[in-house]
Structures are given as C-alpha cells and as structure tokens.
C-alpha cells in the first residue's frame, strides 16, 4: 500500500529517498531511521540520576543483537513474546526485535496480578516473556506453574535474580551477547527476516482491558498503524524534533502509538522516567513537545495549582488571580488566532512571562506543543483553562481497533465539547440509531481467536462499530454523547442521552453525582448529588448553619445553588439542536450520596440505573407526578455491614427551561 | 544459607569482651565471631548488651577486658572515625541523619572517608575534586538505586517519613562501602509493610554487594528469617550461639523471653 509522503519527509537526504511504499513495516522504518537519522537521539532513560540516550543508530544496534540472539536460541516467525512491565527502553527494543524477526509482541499491563497474565499467555500461546523486573519475573513464575508453554523469561534487571534457573531466566544483556555471536556466522539472518516482513502482517495483539467478560486480543498490522500514525503526524505536523515521555501503560494503544510507531514513522525521541514516583520531575526536566493526558490528570493538577496558590504570598496570589482573569478573558482568542484589544495583547504578554511560562513549567509543559485529552469527557472550564494559560490541549477520539485514533481537531478549530473531524482517509457516518460507525487504513484485523466478536463489532464493508452514539455539529465535528446503549428516548421522540447531560453537571464542583431520567417520559429530571466537601464549604463561607448532610442537602439555599447550576445546564442544551429537549424541568436533591456499598454506583463510580430506579422508584413518580415534595424511607449499609433506615422529605423543584435556538430563530 | 563461607573466613571475633560503667557490668566474658558474608544477628531482651556491644565493635567504647580481632589481626584501640576507614558502616537506633542536608548530600557523607583530594582542591572544586566526586557521585547514585528512593533524591531528609530516613540511613552507611555493616534495630517502629521493604534491601545488599551485615533487631521472624546465625545476650553475658533453630530450641533462650520463676 502506498502513502503520502508526508511533510517531514521532505527534510531527508536523496539517498533515504527510496520509494516509501517500502517502509510498510516497523523494523524498516527503524532500520531507515538508523541511516536517515543516525546521530539523533531515539530514546532516553533517566538511570543513575542522568539522562541516557540512545540515537537511532544505537537503537537499531540494541534491537539487532537482541534479535540475533533470539534467532540464536530457535525464534520462528509468527512466535509471540510477552513484555511485562513499565516503560524501559529494553522493553521496547524487545518489542522491535520480536517485529524484526516476524514475530508478534504483546505488551501486557504491569499491575496485572498473574491470574490476568495467565489468561493472557494462554490465549496469545506467548512462548518467551521479555520482563522488567524480579516482581515481574516471579508473577510468571508462578503463571508458568499453570502453563508450561512459557520456555524463557528473559529480565531487564537483574537485581535480585542471582539464583534463578540459569536455563530458564536470562538476562536481557546475554541474548544480547549470544546474538552478538550469532551474526558472525549468520551476518545476513537478520536483513532478510526484515525484508520478508510486509506491511499486512501482525505488528501486535492489544489486550483490552474489558470491562465485562474476558479481555479481547484486538489485532493490528503494521499498515494499520503506520497509517494511522503517519495521517495523525502529517495531521499535527510532528517531525523529529519533537519529544514525548513513555509513560502510559505500555499495554495501552496509545503508549504503543505515541511511544513507538509514531516514534518510527516521524524519529522523535522517546524519554522514559526513572520511575513512576518520579515522573512529575522528569517530565520537567525533559519538556515533552507532545504528550498524552487525561482529564483527571489535569483536574490534579489545576486543583494542586489552586491548593498551592492559596498557599502563597499576598502579592504573588493577587498576580495569579489578576492574570488569571486576563487568560479568561482573552486567552483562548490569542490560542485561536482572534483579533484582540492591544491593551490585552499586552496584559497577556505580561502574564505570560509572570505566570503562564512558570506555571507551564512546573506543569512539565515549557516546551509542549500539541497536548491531547483523551478517555473521558472533559469539563469546559477545565478545557478552557489549561488553553487559555497557552497549552495546547486538543481533544482526540479513538479506540484500539482504529489503531487508535479516529477524529482529531483542527488546528484553530478546538472545541471542549467535540472530538474533532475525521482524520485522512478514515470515513465516519453515523447507524440509525446514532452510532458513530468508522472505516478506514487503520481497522483492526479481527479479535485474536475470537471470530464471533469480531463479525459483530466489524461489518462486511468494513464499518466498525463503536458503541458510542454521537453526531456531527454544524462545523462538521463530531461530538460523542454517549453509549448507544443507555441513549434513549423521550415520549414526543426526541433523542435523551443521560450520561451527556449528567457529565454537563457534573462538570460543577458542587455537584458530585446525578442521575437523569427521560426515557419514555414526558420531560427530563434529575437526582442530584451534592458534594459535601465543596457545598460544605461555600456553605461555611456564608455562614449557613447544618448538621449533617442530609440538612445540607435540604437546605433551601443549597437547593438554590443546585438551581443556578441546572439553569446553566439547561441554557446550554437549548444551544443543541438535537439535545434541546434533554433540559432538565424538575429535580431533586438526594438526602445520602449514591454509595458503592449500597450497590448504587460501583466501586469506579459508575451509576447503576437499574438499582437507582429500584431503590428510588417513589422519588421518580413524584417528579413526573407533579408533587411539590415526596417522602422517602431508604434502607442503607454502613460501613461495619450494619443496616439501618433513613427517612426524609425531600423537596422537589421546577427549573427554568429555554426555547430551542434552532426553533427561535 | 549456612553454607556461605567457612570457619577459615572470619572476618570479625570477639574474643572474652568484658565491659563495665562504674559498677554495673555491661558486658561479661563475651566472645563470638562473624564470618565473610554471613548475616549475623545479635538478639537479646532489652538492656541484655546488644547496643554495647556493637558500640564495642565500631569502636566507641572500649572493654577493659578482651579484645577485637579484624581480618585476623588483634585491633588496637582506635577511635570510631578510624575504625570506619577500616570498613565498618553502622546505621543507629535513632535515627543519626543531617536533617537539613537531601538524601543526596547525606548519602555523599558517607564517601567522605573515601576521598583522596586534599582540602585546597576541594575548596576550589577543580581537578582532583571534581573528578573524585564524580566517582563518588556514581557510586552513590547506584546506591539511590538499588534502595530505590530516585523520587526523594533532593528532598531533605527532614521532611521524609520515619520509614524513608531508616533506608536513607542503611544508604548512607551503604555508601562507605563498608565489609561489615553494623545495623541497630533496622526494622524498629516500622510497619508490616516497610518492614519487609527492609528486609528485602537486607537480604539484597547482603546478596549482591557481598557484605557481612552484622544486626540487632527485636522481631523474631524477622531475626529468624534472614540471618545465617544468630548470638542471644541476657544481662551482659552470652546464653547461646548458633543458627537459628538451635537457637529457637535453647531452653535458656526460651527462659530469658519468657521468664522463669526465681
């Protein structure tokens, strides 16, 4: 299959300027890179308090000693090997080796305990396990107890391994040394097991972590990823220049995207932290100019900022709130290249040397010039944040059977509510029922073992479904609402997606939990949870009196609070055309939080409606009754497993609600 | 375990130690060896001698009675800094950090008796200096390593918890680079958890830097997990001596624990 030649590409020198097509593969792109890129630096590793690294030529000298000393001990193409552990350049290197010689790397989940690895190894048939560590080496110890199919553990670190079966557990550095023999007799083994390999072949087996049954091995090939990557890095204009750091589970598609097949196509250099503990460090120290996050993590952070600055001397707190305001007002029009007031042009140039490039900084992000966000829906204040102080967080959609992503957003066009437009080549259209289905270079092969799953999630033609239901907005981005599943409908037809419209509250630090319900009803309304730590405290600023939180929770000044957020909520869908009959018109405060223990939510949070409309069914009817307030008795479990009931009256409250703009105009 | 090294390898003897404050005798007639690559433990109920005695050994008291043979040679009496040139590190019961000063910087205390580079050239930090530091730097950082505290390495030492100072201790003494490393309760006032943190960097620096470990710890499964042999103090004097299990099984150390009634 033949590819653009993408923009970077055009830096090269005439001699790698051989026909691209031929690049298909992840060990031609290294081998290519180790001649066009020989001096630059592929990889880094903070060891011993030092930055280490490795340049592209050096990289393909590991990689081919490891693989030579794999062929030395009988490796066969199509043989797969297991990498266990966190981001180490040797796991990586393994990874490349395994590619050189035909065979299939299946990184795994560090924190996996060895049941999950277990599975893992028997599904896949791994033969040889590339470890980091002792830890990691004893798990399989223990798995291979159970399945002897595993025949070498080959460790990163040696520490603690001294009385290991010598036979079994090698060091990463004495296949190393066997291959360094090997290629003596055997110089050209190497470059014609590279050549053989084609762009259609397994480059990995991805498990996905799933969240119900068994995990799915989804297969990818090297076409599926180099077209993926080089379409997202032509897309952003990556090159290599850039940096990132390897720290997202190695398991995960996106750590093998970004940390290793984008890494290939556009040779940037990979920095791997010293350790976990020490990542936040590192991450400064190295300045990545493209990273990966999620928005808890940047929930951390700007909280931490926040808690800091509260900390602070008076001067530097009013500069930080000062500034603060000015990127509010005007710092996504600088970001998005809008015309702005000259005197604020100057204010934020200002605060730009005063608190932005610090606080970037401290936050790992001086040099990063493309951030993207990717999991979970994101809050818009939160978005607006961290682009307004000048961080370039863009919001991204995928998963691993599109090698991962899907849509990405435009420059210039960064929305915190859309997920972007469809990246080249990739087709996007939505089912009858609002699914986003996609198409595209980057589709996944099938499910390792697993046909039934794979012909349903991938039709005939290609289109494969997400399960996420979404549609395009007017600028033609996509926005993503929820999971088909739980979308639902109202009585007059309208489309009634709870978790869309129970993200839009829950982005209000006060409000910790909702609920929504409309489908097959009349109109939308709500349970509320508030949280106590925050309400709490605006209610102590302001001097309201209570005792417990049920007292709170009822407190006609809380339900005000409560109101103004919904309002917002509702004014907000009206600006939706398709969403504008999700507004809420009547709600409620819950008197006790939504509790894992009561089966409510589950251990990660996640509502659980069925039981909600169980325990709560009373409340429901009430709201679609039309009654002022309703009484509940509810039974709970405390934390020691006691029993008890409470009782409450609780209020129930109509919201303002909007004309639909669409239908205004 | 009982396998390492032999008879023929004593690295440490003490031979008829008697030592005595005034009146009261800490010590009596106390005479043990340590063996190249053992890890030996010295248990005991509380006042029994076992902090004398290691006080005995690194040379901070001295016995009136009994004497302290090194590599085979009868030691003469030095003072403690002396005796750490000689290659015994030890790590204390409270823990004897420089609070203000980063892992770092106390873990490079602990090179100080290894620098060669006269004063001068350390005040200008040029030539000989900086190049030994740089060594040094090196060595320390394998040992941050190794401990596993990367994340701490320029906090001070101050603000870390109890758990963390002990390891930066046992670093420190580490970082002499010492053949019989005296450990005071490694394991005390630590929770499960950090206790077989501990003993895991015990055994492995034990393991992978060959050093003899001499200790005293309180907690018998620990004392009777890792160490090779073990010598049991009771009011100053020596109730038994051997490897674990016989230990376990001496009635006398069985009576000294429990009680007997007089």
């Not at chain 1, 979308?487 to 929504?516: R, W």
């Not at chain 2, 609070?99 to 000989?128: C, E, F, I, Y």
């Not at chain 2, 730097?137 to 109890?162: A, C, M, N």
Request: hydrophobic share 35%; with cysteine.
């Amino acid at each position: 299959m033949a590819y653009k030649i993408s923009s970077f590409e055009d830096k090269t020198t005439n001699e790698s300027m051989v026909d691209k097509s031929e690049l298909d593969t992840f060990p031609k792109l290294l081998r290519h890179n180790a001649t066009r890129l020989p001096d630059r630096p592929a990889m880094r590793e903070k060891e011993y308090g030092i930055w280490q690294s490795w340049s592209w030529r050096d990289y393909y000298e590991q990689v081919s000693a490891f693989a030579n000393g794999l062929a030395s001990r009988g490796f066969k193409r199509g043989d797969k090997v297991m990498l266990v552990g966190q981001n180490r350049p040797r796991l990586y290197w393994a990874m490349s080796a395994t590619q050189s010689l035909g065979g299939i790397p299946i990184p795994t989940y560090a924190d996996s305990v060895a049941d999950e690895m277990r599975y893992v190894i028997e599904h896949a048939e791994a033969r040889i396990v590339v470890a980091e560590d002792q830890e990691q080496v004893d798990k399989m110890l223990e798995v291979r107890e159970h399945c002897p199919n595993i025949d070498l553990i080959i460790y990163d670190d040696n520490r603690g391994l001294r009385d290991y079966d010598p036979n079994l557990v090698i060091s990463f550095e004495k296949i190393q040394e066997e291959g360094r023999v090997f290629v003596i007799n055997n110089p050209d083994y190497l470059q014609q097991n590279i050549d053989q390999g084609k762009g259609s072949d397994t480059a990995v087996i991805l498990y996905t972590s799933g969240t119900t049954g068994k995990p799915k091995g989804v297969v990818l090939t090297h076409s599926n990823l180099v077209s993926n990557a080089k379409a997202c890095a032509e897309f952003e204009g990556l090159n290599e220049n850039d940096s990132v750091v390897a720290y997202l589970p190695m398991a995960w598609v996106v750590d093998y995207f970004i940390s290793y097949a984008q890494a290939h196509v556009c040779g940037y250099c990979v920095c791997c932290p010293e350790s976990p503990d020490t990542l936040v460090h590192d991450k400064i120290e190295i300045g990545p100019t493209y990273h990966f996050t999620s928005p808890r993590v940047l929930e951390s952070q700007r909280t931490d900022i926040m808690i800091r600055m509260e900390d602070a001397g008076a001067v530097k707190r009013k500069m930080f709130s000062f500034f603060l305001g000015v990127a509010e007002c005007v710092g996504i029009d600088i970001a998005e290249g809008r015309e702005v007031s000259f005197k604020n042009r100057i204010l934020f140039r200002i605060g730009k040397i005063l608190v932005y490039e610090p606080l970037k900084n401290v936050l790992g992000y001086s040099r990063t010039r493309l951030t993207y966000t990717a999991g979970e829906a994101i809050g818009p204040d939160m978005f607006n944040f961290f682009r307004a102080i000048g961080i370039h967080l863009k919001q991204v959609y995928g998963q691993t059977e599109a090698s991962p992503f899907v849509t990405l957003q435009p420059n210039n066009q960064v929305r915190p509510d859309t997920v972007g437009v469809p990246i080249t080549d990739v087709e996007v259209k939505l089912s009858e029922q609002g699914e986003v289905l996609y198409r595209g270079p980057g589709v996944f092969q099938e499910y390792f073992k697993n046909p039934e799953a794979t012909s349903s999630a991938k039709t005939e033609e290609g289109w494969v479904h997400t399960g996420d239901a979404g549609f395009f907005d007017n600028e033609g981005h996509l926005k993503i609402i929820d999971r088909t599943k739980d979308v639902g409908k109202l009585n007059d037809g309208s489309m009634f997606a709870p978790k869309y419209v129970e993200n839009k509250l829950k982005f209000f630090s006060q409000i910790l939990e909702a609920v929504t319900f409309g489908h097959d009803k009349d109109y939308v309304t709500a349970f509320i949870n508030i949280d106590h730590g925050a309400v709490g405290d605006w209610a102590e600023r302001r001097g309201l009196t209570y005792a417990s939180y049920q007292e709170l929770a009822a407190h006609p000044e809380v339900y005000k609070l409560i109101e103004n957020c919904i309002v917002q909520v509702n004014q907000d869908l009206s600006n939706d055309e398709l969403l504008a009959s999700s507004q809420i018109r009547r709600f409620l405060i819950l008197h006790k939080e939504l509790d894992p223990d009561d089966g409510e939510i589950t251990r990660t949070r996640k509502v659980r409606r069925s039981t909600i409309t169980e325990r709560y069914g009373v409340l429901i009817d009430a709201l679609y009754e039309g009654k002022p307030s309703c009484h509940i008795d509810t039974e709970v479990t405390f934390e020691d497993g006691r029993k008890g009931t409470i009782s409450a009256d609780l209020e129930i409250r109509d919201c303002e609600m909007f004309i639909p703009m669409a239908k205004a105009s | 375990m009982s396998t390492k090294g032999n008879n023929s390898d004593v690295l440490l003897e003490v031979k008829n130690i008697s030592l005595s404050f005034g009146g009261v005798n800490a010590l009596t007639d106390i005479s043990f060896d340590v063996i190249q690559g053992e890890i030996r433990a010295i248990i005991g109920p509380n006042g029994a001698g076992k902090s004398s005695m290691l006080n005995v050994i690194n040379g901070f008291y001295h016995p009136q009675q009994g004497e302290v043979w090194m590599n085979g040679a009868k030691r003469k009496a030095l003072k403690p800094h002396q005796i750490a040139r000689q290659g015994i590190a030890r790590t204390f019961q409270n823990i004897a950090l420089f609070k203000g000063m980063s892992t770092l910087d106390n873990l490079m205390t602990g090179r100080v008796t290894l620098m060669r580079s006269n004063m001068l050239w350390q005040a200008l930090w040029k030539g000989p200096a900086e190049k030994e530091e740089i060594q040094h730097r090196e060595r320390v950082e394998h040992i941050i390593d190794f401990l596993e505290i990367q994340s701490i390495r320029k906090t001070p030492v101050g603000r870390l918890p109890y758990g963390l100072q002990k390891r930066v201790e046992l670093g420190r003494a580490l970082a002499m680079e010492p053949k019989l490393l005296l450990l005071d309760e490694p394991m005390a006032g630590m929770n499960i958890e950090e206790k077989e943190d501990m003993c895991r960097f015990v055994i492995d620096v034990n393991e992978e830097f060959g050093t003899t470990i001499t200790l005293i710890e309180h907690d018998m499964g620990v004392v009777m997990d890792i160490s090779d042999r073990v010598v049991v103090l009771d009011y100053g004097r020596k109730l038994a001596d051997g490897v674990p299990d016989e230990v376990r099984s001496n009635q006398d150390v069985i009576d000294a624990y429990l009680g007997v009634p007089h």
